[in-house]
């Protein structure tokens, strides 16, 4: 309950702004969530300890991408497929806890350019991913679908410079 009476305030304004804090529950780490913390709690998503990270730390801690070798757009571009794109905007994509993350990244720097986390509510997703609209160290964008601009089908995080 002390968790939950100190977001009180925090929640209520971020619900004006029509978006979820996405906070842990304090009994997952059994102290309440404050800020950023040092590792991504196991079984969950937490998308603010992923953001600024490269792709190979993305790995690590979402896990194996769908992606395999064996495929034409695989996990890494081939050499073919580097020189025509110099490695930009290569994806993977992940499954961490039902929900679908893609992340697009430089093959060649392998830094990441952005996050995004598939789903149609936007406000299940910015609490599925433990985002919030106003951390200063990333930025969350709706992504529309193109075939229906007013549908969503996910948020972007990218982070801020």
């Known amino acids: 309950m002390r968790f939950a009476s100190r977001s009180l305030p925090v929640l209520l304004l971020l619900g004006s702004l029509a978006a979820c804090t996405g906070t842990q529950q304090a009994s997952e780490t059994g102290t309440p969530v404050t800020g950023r913390t040092e590792a991504v709690p196991a079984n969950s998503l937490n998308m603010p300890l992923l953001v600024g990270r490269n792709i190979d730390q993305l790995r690590r801690s979402l896990g194996a991408p769908r992606e395999t070798k064996s495929q034409a757009i695989g996990l890494e571009p081939t050499t073919e497929q580097m020189k025509s794109t110099k490695g930009q905007d290569w994806i993977n994509t992940f499954e961490k806890d039902g929900t679908t993350i893609v992340a697009t990244f430089n093959a060649r720097t392998r830094k990441v350019n952005d996050i995004v986390v598939l789903g149609s509510d936007e406000d299940e997703l910015m609490r599925r991913a433990n985002l919030s609209i106003s951390d200063p160290a990333y930025t969350v964008q709706p992504v529309t679908d193109p075939r ?13 410079n």
């Open 148 to 160: 229906n601009p007013g549908s969503t089908i996910g948020v972007r995080v990218t982070k801020k």
